[in-house]
């Protein structure tokens, strides 16, 4: 895919993450793939519950990520921030990993998800579920 000389920049998808990104060079886009980790939801401490449900804090995620990153290369997704194991499901009743690469993939860019060995079994189906469009085999 790619060799020593292609960089992986973590991208914490905060604002300002999200400008320097739509703002670099297509020739600096280039020689990367940026790894995008998709924040929790804040937390409202008074109210001790989350400040916003699933579906708002990933509204328009495709149209967002169209607009920083707009390169034909493709893009890594981490969405464990708001993936535990015992996700709240967007209204449509997907798991938010899919939601997020659906979107992205609905807005024609190209993305990848990151999973690891301490992710549930929930986010390890919906990372397997987003490879079969494709025709990838997963075990």
């Not at 973590?10 to 670099?24: D, F, N, P, S, V």
């Not at 938010?96 to 999973?115: C, G, R, Y």
Request: aromatic letters at 8%.
């Amino acid at each position: 895919m790619f060799n020593e000389n292609h960089y992986v920049p973590i991208i914490r998808w905060k604002r300002g993450e999200q400008k320097a990104l739509e703002y670099l060079e297509k020739s600096l886009k280039d020689t990367m793939t940026p790894l995008i980790e998709i924040p929790p939801i804040d937390w409202d401490y008074q109210k001790e519950e989350p400040k916003k449900t699933i579906d708002e804090h990933l509204k328009a995620i495709g149209v967002v990520i169209k607009k920083s990153w707009n390169h034909d290369s493709p893009i890594f997704i981490d969405a464990y921030n708001v993936c535990s194991e015992d996700v709240e499901l967007m209204e449509n009743g997907q798991h938010p990993l899919e939601f997020i690469l659906d979107e992205i993939h609905s807005n024609n860019l190209k993305a990848i998800p990151v999973t690891g060995i301490g992710r549930g079994t929930n986010y390890q189906n919906a990372v397997k579920k987003a490879w079969k469009p494709i025709g990838m085999d997963i075990v």
